[in-house]
């Protein structure tokens, strides 16, 4: 519980300086660069400690295979849940209350508007980066230990210390930015109490597609539980489990995480048209708020979208506290 004190101060920390230096939001634009940067070092210290590991190496084909499994089984539990809360709240397909639109004041229109702008090609971009950033490092940790003799046990301690600084550095850069942009008060405010209800259904469906999928996955219940947490946050999720020395659950959590904001992304539409529009930002779980909320707007509408970042970033703040509690069990 230790590292979870570390990590909520660095959050809660970075929220109050940034409230502090609002003022000076446009100067501080490079923090987007800084968080890229801080995620894409986090990757490169993972890839590293899981080519030095031989039973990674060797079980690369299962891992992708037990990825794919649980992503899908996640997603469709999220979807299903979402459904049938949807139904008993008096939702529409079409996430109208009992046929009247949730009005959204114009004000929280833009800040939306500005975030699908700006993450509408973060996806494939991100994706390229993080693929490439996977091979060359796991690579290099391969190459350390097989050609130049590295020892792979002091090789992997010391990028578990690089990990935990760079988790320190990324969530203190998070709460700075959401400190500076002070909105995310605003749209809980404007969206009522309803709109903490669906993040919740996403955690606990994601948690009940992840005990389904330990059945057939070869890691352990608490293992498969803190996979499926990650609740498509590759990078943080894939690293917490790291530093619990859980290097084949963590390979499979980083795989898995990275397939739900992808294969939400592309299923958004379909969910959107078959099902129902709050449904769409139950797939992507913490990436409704970034990564896929420009196929959550672009499939629905802008209130949706709204409740779609509202939800995101709830459980962007559920998932550290979930995993840390998970893995200290």
């Not at 502090?20 to 890839?47: C, N, P, Q, V």
């Not at 999220?78 to 639109?101: E, I, N, P, Q, W």
């Not at 508007?113 to 796991?138: F, Q």
Request: charged share 15%.
């Amino acid at each position: 519980m230790v590292d979870l004190a570390i990590y909520l101060a660095c959050t809660v920390s970075g929220a109050y300086l940034g409230s502090r230096l609002t003022g000076y939001r446009e100067r501080l634009s490079w923090l987007d660069k800084l968080l890229t940067a801080s995620i894409l070092f986090m990757i490169s210290a993972m890839g590293i400690r899981m080519g030095a590991n031989d039973e990674v190496v060797s079980r690369l084909g299962d891992i992708a295979f037990y990825s794919v499994a649980i992503t899908l089984v996640t997603m469709v539990f999220s979807v299903a849940g979402s459904y049938f809360v949807r139904k008993a709240l008096g939702f529409d397909s079409k996430g109208l209350l009992h046929g009247r639109t949730v009005r959204v004041a114009q004000k929280y229109e833009d800040t939306i508007d500005e975030e699908v702008a700006k993450e509408e090609n973060m996806l494939p971009i991100m994706t390229i980066y993080v693929v490439i950033d996977v091979l060359v490092s796991g690579g290099i940790g391969y190459s350390a230990t097989k050609y130049l003799s590295i020892d792979s046990v002091r090789l992997g301690d010391f990028m578990g210390v690089t990990v935990f600084v760079a988790i320190c550095l990324m969530l203190f850069v998070v709460g700075m930015t959401m400190g500076l942009d002070g909105s995310l008060g605003r749209h809980i405010r404007a969206m009522g109490f309803s709109i903490v209800i669906f993040p919740m259904v996403s955690i606990v469906a994601s948690l009940l597609g992840s005990a389904i999928s330990y059945l057939f996955m070869p890691v352990s219940f608490v293992e498969a539980l803190a996979i499926g947490a990650g609740m498509a946050w590759p990078s943080l999720t894939s690293v917490m489990i790291f530093q619990h020395g859980m290097i084949f659950a963590s390979a499979i959590s980083y795989l898995h995480n990275l397939l739900r904001q992808i294969f939400s992304f592309i299923f958004i539409p379909l969910v959107a048209k078959k099902v129902g529009y709050i449904e769409t930002f139950s797939m992507p779980a913490a990436a409704s708020m970034d990564v896929c909320i420009a196929a959550v707007e672009k499939s629905t509408r802008t209130d949706i979208a709204v409740m779609s970042f509202v939800s995101g970033a709830t459980i962007s703040l559920v998932v550290p506290i979930l995993l840390e509690f998970l893995l200290s069990m």
